[in-house]
């Protein structure tokens, strides 16, 4: 009990991704573990011998279908409309875009949108348009048009008739990622962020499992996988078993990424990205990205130093180079070793499909979120999701 209000498992949020939600499962049974093992150790009970530890097993298999079934359950019950929250949003610009594309597309959040057509600011319209739809949030952008008379106004009207205000950073600034709200005695100050692997525990705890977990997948499974391939890439096209590109990799520190060769030769392959029913793609490459098993070769990046396991995935430097100045927080991923996985891959962030601009900042929110929220029981649930992806392919691999 005293565990589940550390690691919140009975807080099922409506934004809650089945990705957070299963590593405060595995953060709640390590922990749990842990306390038994201590226990056991200073204890003489004959309560704390082998069976309780097979007993903290099958508790975490009944707590992990439990939770599981009522996660999804509510998130089933949310997308058909049920205990839905109203909203809305005032002001609308870039920066409220990508929110209300995820709202709009991930239905199990429960939120119904709203939309207000009237311009200009009417006290009476917009407190009367709350009323008659029932709004509960509404979203507003930091950067917005009205002057602070009106926006005194908005929060004042909003207090008043119980609306919850939300406000959206702008997705060209970084400010907000800059600076985490701090307090000396009750005065609020902001101060400079500390990303978790800043400290040298965090970041010796990644590096020492990217070391074991990658010669374990080099010895067990790519000494025998890689000449297979290799003769599979070599019967179907001419050309080097390995394509080697330069990209970005920790604080924007140039290397060469290491992949199976997916396509025929060409001159494009530096500064053409991937494209659906890409002529270039060979029969086997089809496979090898469908699976991602052309990301296997990383793991010798991954020995060097030079990526991560999991982490931002590294773009080509043609990409990073033309986003970089459009979206402002784009190089906080640079912050940490780009990985052969990430949060955003695993959570279907990736490929050129739908709107560009909208898609390639939902991928660089997430990583953004993955470098201010990193934990290592995060990597291990990322990296078993992308377990499942590889065994049954990723749709949106190209």
């Known amino acids: 009990m005293l565990l589940s209000g550390r690691t919140k498992i009975y807080n099922i949020q409506r934004n809650l991704t089945y990705t957070l939600f299963l590593e405060r499962l595995f953060a709640h049974f390590l922990l749990f573990i842990l306390g038994i093992l201590l226990l056991g150790k200073v204890s003489y009970n004959v309560f704390f011998n082998s069976d309780i530890y097979w007993l903290s097993f099958y508790l975490f298999f009944f707590i992990f279908l439990a939770k599981s079934l009522i996660y999804f359950g509510i998130k ?33 959040y429960g939120y119904k949108i709203f939309e207000y057509q009237k311009a200009g600011l009417h006290a009476g319209d917009l407190v009367d348009f709350w009323k008659s739809n029932g709004i509960h949030t509404l979203f507003i952008p930091v950067e917005n048009t009205y002057d602070d008379r009106e926006e005194r106004e908005i929060f004042r009207l909003a207090e ?8 959206i950073p702008s997705i060209t ?22 990303y978790p692997l800043d400290s040298y525990y965090n970041f010796l705890l990644k590096r020492a499992f990217d070391i074991i977990f990658s010669v374990i997948i080099l010895v067990g499974i790519c ?10 890439i070599k019967s179907c096209s001419k050309g080097p078993v390995f394509f080697i590109q330069e990209r970005y990799g920790f604080h924007e520190e140039v290397f060469r990424c290491i ?10 392959s530096t500064v053409k990205t991937t494209s659906e029913n890409d002529s270039r793609i060979t029969r086997i490459g089809k496979i090898l990205r469908k699976t991602s098993l ?3 070769p990383q793991f010798l990046n991954v020995l060097k130093g030079e990526m991560s396991v999991v982490g931002p995935r590294p773009h080509m430097l043609v990409v990073d180079d033309y986003y970089k100045p459009k979206i402002g927080r784009y190089s906080l991923r640079s912050m940490v070793s780009p990985g052969i996985t990430g949060l955003a891959q695993v959570n279907g962030l990736r490929g050129d499909a739908g709107d560009m601009k909208v ?11 993955y470098v201010r929220n990193w934990s290592f029981v995060l990597d291990l649930v990322i990296i078993l999701k992308t377990i499942l992806l590889i065994l049954t392919g990723d749709k949106n691999a190209k």
Do not use: C
């Open 359 to 369: 898609e390639m900042n939902k991928r660089v929110l997430a990583d953004a979120f």
């Open 294 to 296: 052309d990301e296997m």
């Open 259 to 268: 992949k199976f060769r997916t396509m025929v030769i060409n001159d494009e």
């Open 173 to 194: 600034q970084n400010s907000f990622f800059l600076y985490d709200m701090g307090y000396i005695q009750t005065q609020p100050v902001l101060n400079q962020a500390k």
């Open 76 to 108: 089933y019950i949310r997308s058909l409309g049920i205990n839905h929250r109203n909203i809305m949003f005032l002001d609308e610009n870039s920066s409220t875009e990508v929110l209300k594309n995820i709202l709009k597309e991930r239905k199990d």
């Open 223 to 232: 000494s025998w996988l890689f000449p297979i391939i290799a003769i599979l």
């Open 160 to 167: 008043a008739n119980k609306v919850h205000i939300s406000l």
